[in-house]
């Protein structure tokens, strides 16, 4: 070993000696209950070590400060030290990829994180936005998944839906709608609960998650039996359409449409995804209107995109765009 790795490797030591001593006492003041002071310390430390560049020791000492934070139910300060965490992130321009997702444990600190708290709202937001500097402008598909698998462990099944159809993930989402369908829905609709997955899945371009949740769902929901076809005209439509859509022609994306209108009726937002698919798997014309009224007035909004300027305008280019709550 040279003299400089000799060097550069007792100077990480005494780093690591270092950042572990100043624990040590921030420890001891959280344990004696002196919150606010302790607080403010790792602040104070966060903003020394990121003025010297140091973005892996700040995250650390901020990532550890939270746990300790909450395992002592101080939301608000874990919650602070957990976006400094993020902060971290984006000022050291870490490249997104899913390995780094699992190990920054940031899923670790949202589910620490009281759900009803706007800190959590804030946290996701500011997550998905940095997530997006590796793929896709919506999030990192991976963090989504993440996030989707946790709330669906928390039974917030609504807002795990949002996230897996962000992800990449047809097979867990097919099994959480299960679940949800199941303990939350009547039997008289457990075919709706995949047809609006479905859809939207087909609305976000993901044509391979749309036949995976369907596949799924299909086949592991106890109310449905054996298909395709199926009892349910409205899972016989699905399953047509992505056969449709493998196909790409026109005249069987319109007449079947045009057949299963009855069944099409039971949600007044089919018709408005089917208008988007059209547009496009088989090469429809947008609508002559530029944007709807009411209910539909943001179109596609909720999933694609969350009011970026730039993501706006992209979604314009495509034709009117459609709500996908």
């Not at 550069?8 to 002071?37: F, H, I, M, P, W």
């Not at 976006?83 to 940031?106: N, P, Q």
């Not at 995976?212 to 047509?240: A, C, D, M, R």
Request: proline fraction near 4%; charged fraction near 20%; aromatic fraction near 10%.
């Amino acid at each position: 070993m040279s003299e400089q790795e000799a060097a550069l490797k007792s100077s990480s030591a005494r780093n690591r000696g270092g950042v572990q001593r100043v624990e040590g006492k921030l420890r001891a003041s959280v344990e004696k209950g002196d919150y606010y002071e302790a607080h403010q310390m790792y602040r104070t430390l966060f903003f020394r070590y990121m003025s010297q560049a140091k973005h892996v020791e700040a995250r650390e000492l901020m990532y550890n400060g939270a746990l300790l934070f909450f395992s002592y139910n101080q939301q608000n300060s874990a919650a602070d030290l957990s976006m400094l965490v993020l902060e971290s992130l984006e000022k050291s321009e870490t490249k997104v990829t899913e390995e780094i997702l699992v190990k920054m444990h940031l899923i670790k600190l949202f589910s620490l994180m009281d759900p009803n708290s706007p800190e959590r709202v804030a946290f996701v937001s500011r997550a998905i936005k940095w997530s997006t500097g590796g793929s896709g402008k919506l999030g990192h598909p991976k963090l989504h998944q993440l996030l989707a698998l946790t709330l669906w462990k928390e039974q917030n099944y609504s807002e795990s839906r949002y996230h897996f159809l962000h992800s990449s993930d047809g097979e867990g989402c097919a099994q959480m709608l299960v679940e949800y369908s199941a303990s939350r829905g009547f039997r008289s609709e457990v075919d709706m609960f995949v047809a609006q997955a479905v859809l939207q899945f087909l609305c976000l371009k993901n044509k391979n998650s749309a036949s995976v949740v369907f596949t799924t769902y299909t086949q592991k929901h106890p109310s449905i039996e054996g298909g395709p076809p199926f009892v349910q005209p409205l899972l016989n439509f699905i399953w047509f359409l992505l056969l449709a859509v493998d196909g790409g022609k026109l005249t069987v994306f319109t007449v079947l449409c045009e057949q299963y209108q009855p069944s099409l009726k039971r949600d007044p937002m089919y018709n408005e995804y089917l208008d988007r698919i059209g547009q496009l798997f088989f090469g429809v014309p947008p609508k002559q209107s530029s944007s709807y009224g009411g209910l539909l007035g943001n179109l596609l909004n909720s999933l694609m995109g969350s009011g970026e300027e730039e993501e706006g305008e992209e979604a314009q280019e495509d034709g009117s765009p459609i709500e996908l709550d």
